[in-house]
């Protein structure tokens, strides 16, 4: 998730000149050997043919079906999905290696309404499965155990029978949905285009959000305010983006009854309200011990009166620049990954040998990290923009930790694989702390320890406390936006409103902050996706304190866990471990591993 300015458009010199190694590049073989493949004809064809034939065969019908005959429709339903799957997984991985590229753009455009119109007929089988009674389900599932392996994700599909609409109107949304996307495209096109100056060095926006984490405060303060500058001069284009997809939601929140915008996130989730309600006021009741105090603390060691935002993610005055190439990158990931079991040290070797990794820095490549699942029967694969520095290397913990997870969970099949988010950031997490733990113990000295666990405490603080407050901003925002339509300066507003409670009274806000919002992938492409980050930590940090605590048989059912992938609620999950989400409680014991982190850092300024 950072990069450096001085490789941004030549990937193959940011190898040799900042002594990263040979960094692998995705190899999509496995899913197509090209657009002219064809394979991809055959699956086009098969997919319009299947679609048609699977209409004609059910729409209507499912009322009368048999245990079996219910099993095999629902089979041949997932395997349409797995063949969708496949298809827009290789061209939204082209997609986002170049998002600038004009071919790969209408490559996935082009896909994606071929599958949309294909798949329009299907859209009477989430209908009519909803209108079939618990009782009439419940007899087929007793009659069938294959048939009953699938309830949890029928049962996924039913919570949505409350706000479901006609047939005809669920049709009209099913072809409208590439319309949707056709903003977020603009979004990602958008923000790939943007240039940024920055002592005269022509960056893009992952190359100069990166510059927040230099040594030297005037590139940081230089680095900030070029960011305002160009937010600024394209805050209508996000402002428009963010009012259409936010009234696209709230018309069809209307019309489908959802008490609340976040409504649909939790019930994709799988989730109770008052569970992310609790891991909400949790963190929020936190913020004086956690953040506010890490920051007063980062404060002094800085030596400044008051820290402006550049400084939030600034390196320790103590710390020293470290450039970690990607050998050593993957040994130190491997080693924890292998410590803790060396099951998951297998399992993650392939994404090293196989090319299922894309790690350089490239022109118009998408900014970020992320682990793509593609599909059961394939397998995943994990993008970085990897350069180097220390937290590179914990976003390829992270990743990987994702990308363990998804091979685990593909035996469950498409429909049940797929973990909703609450638990979909366990592994990477887990991952993640596993990698910090390994790289603490192996500490020099006690100045070493602190910048480790420092590090650590800012990750976790932009992990919990500030994805909470993203959440917390879009809770105001969708709902100013169904008041009206939300001009810049009143979306700067909501942003501003919860950017000093999280923070704490150590900050300055610069002018043109107000508009960082802009850039956050998240606010447009999953609404509410956010709070999956904070109910993550929270998680792993608790279970990371089981295994702590005891530390027998954990991996076991560590593994049983993430081989469960969607088949269980999180209180099933979580139960093997002596955990429930559910108790506010629950939340209290993870957030106190990262005061726990901060008294350790107090004592020793006082030591």
């Known amino acids: 998730m950072t990069l450096e300015n001085s490789i941004v458009f030549d990937a193959n010199a940011s190898s040799g000149n900042r002594n990263l190694g040979d960094l692998p590049e995705w190899n999509l073989d496995d899913l197509y050997k090209g657009e002219d493949d ?5 699956d086009l064809e098969w997919l319009d043919t299947e679609c048609a034939s699977f209409a004609a065969d059910y729409e209507h019908k499912l009322a009368d079906l048999s245990a079996a005959e219910m099993l095999r429709c629902i ?26 590229d004009g071919g790969r753009t209408k490559f996935m455009s082009d896909m994606q309404e071929k599958i949309t119109n294909y798949t329009t007929p299907l859209v009477f089988f989430t209908l009519e499965l909803n209108r079939l009674g618990d009782t009439h389900l419940d007899d087929l599932y007793a009659q069938n155990a294959d048939l009953a392996r699938y309830k949890p994700a029928l049962d996924r599909v039913r919570a949505m029978k409350p706000h479901q609409l006609s047939d005809e109107l669920e049709k009209f949304l099913h072809d409208m949905g590439v319309v949707g996307d056709a903003w977020e495209k603009l979004f990602d096109e958008t923000i790939a285009g943007l240039t940024f100056v920055v002592n005269g060095d022509e960056l893009n926006i992952e190359g100069t959000l990166n510059l927040l984490t230099e040594q030297d405060r005037d590139i940081r303060q230089a680095a900030a305010e070029e960011l305002a500058r160009v937010f600024g001069e394209n805050i209508r284009t996000f402002a428009r983006v963010h009012n259409t997809q936010a009234k696209e939601k709230e018309i069809i929140d209307r019309w489908r009854g959802m008490p609340t915008a976040q409504s649909a996130r939790h019930l994709a989730n799988h989730v109770e309200p008052e569970v992310v309600e609790a891991l909400r006021n949790a963190v929020v009741a936190a913020y004086p011990k956690l953040s506010h105090r890490y920051y007063e603390l980062k404060r002094k060691w800085l030596g400044l009166d008051r820290m402006q935002v550049w400084d ?15 050998d050593q990158a993957r040994d130190i990931v491997m080693d924890a990954y292998g410590s803790f079991d060396p099951r998951m040290a297998d399992l993650a070797q392939p994404f090293f040998d196989r090319g299922w990794i894309d790690a350089p820095v490239k022109p118009g490549k998408a900014p970020g990290a992320f682990a793509h699942p593609t599909v059961t029967d394939v397998h995943p694969y994990v993008m970085l923009n990897y350069l180097g520095k220390p937290r590179d290397v914990m976003t390829l913990a992270h990743e990987l930790g994702h990308g363990v997870h998804q091979v685990l969970a593909a035996d469950q099949g ?26 603490l113990d192996g500490a020099r000295d006690q100045n070493e320890r602190r910048v480790m666990l420092a590090g650590k405490v800012e990750d976790m603080i932009n992990t919990v406390v500030r994805q909470i407050a993203f959440y917390d901003f879009e809770c105001k925002l969708h709902a100013a936006r169904r008041q009206g339509e939300l001009t810049p300066d009143d979306i700067n507003a909501l942003w501003m409103s919860v950017q000093a409670q999280s923070l704490g009274d150590a900050f300055d806000f610069m002018p043109g902050y107000e508009t960082f919002w802009a850039y956050i992938p998240h606010f447009i492409h999953s609404p509410f996706y956010v709070y999956a980050y904070a109910f993550g930590d929270g998680l792993v940090n608790a279970l990371y304190a089981v295994y702590q605590e005891n530390p027998d048989g954990f991996q076991d059912k560590y593994f049983d866990m993430l081989r469960a992938g969607g088949s269980k609620h999180h209180s099933d999950l979580l139960a093997p471990f002596g955990l429930d989400a559910s108790d506010p409680k629950f939340w209290d014991k993870g957030l106190s591993m990262i005061s726990d982190m901060i008294d350790e850092l107090e004592a020793m300024e006082n030591a």
């Open 38 to 42: 064809p394979k991809l004809s055959q």
């Open 75 to 100: 089979e041949r339903n997932e395997r349409i999905s797995a063949i969708a799957g496949r298809i827009m997984s290789f061209a939204g991985l082209r997609y986002y290696q170049m998002t600038t």
């Open 312 to 326: 939030r993610n600034a390196p320790l005055p103590m710390e020293t620049t470290r450039i970690v190439d990607w």
């Open 414 to 439: 498409e429909m049940l694989s797929s973990t909703p988010l609450t638990l979909a950031e366990t592994a990477s997490v887990f991952g993640e702390m596993l990698t910090f733990r390994k790289m």
